[in-house]
């Protein structure tokens, strides 16, 4: 969860059709009256999208990280803009890329945390940082 002034956001999933269905990325918002739904973020191109993170600098400025399994696990990275979630392109190496943390230091520079499972080098860490236009 990440709050800015008097708005929070908090990121996840949800199972669709039971404790076995696919799992599809969840955003809830507060602004002091009770936790309501906010837009859904977009989905990944996986069966199993997953949100663990998320950094807002504004009620209009958040940024989400986690992961979307297509086969193997690759990155997945939201930006919300006050009105809708979009899917942001990030790069992914190894067989499963898992992001786990971000912190944003402005709308449009964050850096997220997590790691890669390789199966010639093993687990390693992985940072992706960069900046973006809203």
Same mark, same amino acid.
């Given at each position: 969860?990440? @709050? ?19 799992? /599809? ?21 996986? =069966?199993? =999208? ?5 950094? @807002? ?26 009105? *809708? ?7 992914? /190496? ?9 912190? @944003?230091?402005?709308?449009?520079? @964050? ?7 390789? /199966? *010639?080098?093993?687990? /390693? ?8 236009? *809203?």
């Amino acid at each position: 969860m990440s @709050c800015a002034a008097a708005a929070c956001t908090a990121t996840g999933y949800s199972t669709i059709g039971g404790t076995d269905g696919p799992e /599809r990325t969840l955003a809830k918002s507060w602004d002091g009256t009770p936790l309501v739904g906010g837009a859904r973020p977009q989905s990944g191109s996986g =069966d199993n =999208d997953v949100l663990e993170s998320v950094s @807002c600098i504004s009620a209009t400025a958040c940024t989400a990280a986690g992961s979307s399994i297509v086969g193997r696990a690759l990155t997945l990275i939201e930006s919300w803009n006050g009105t *809708r979630w979009s899917v942001v392109p990030s790069p992914g /190496r190894g067989n499963a890329n898992y992001l786990n943390g971000v912190s @944003c230091g402005s709308a449009t520079a @964050c850096t997220a945390t997590g790691y890669t499972d390789n /199966r *010639r080098q093993g687990i /390693r860490t992985l940072v992706e940082s960069g900046t973006a236009s *809203r």
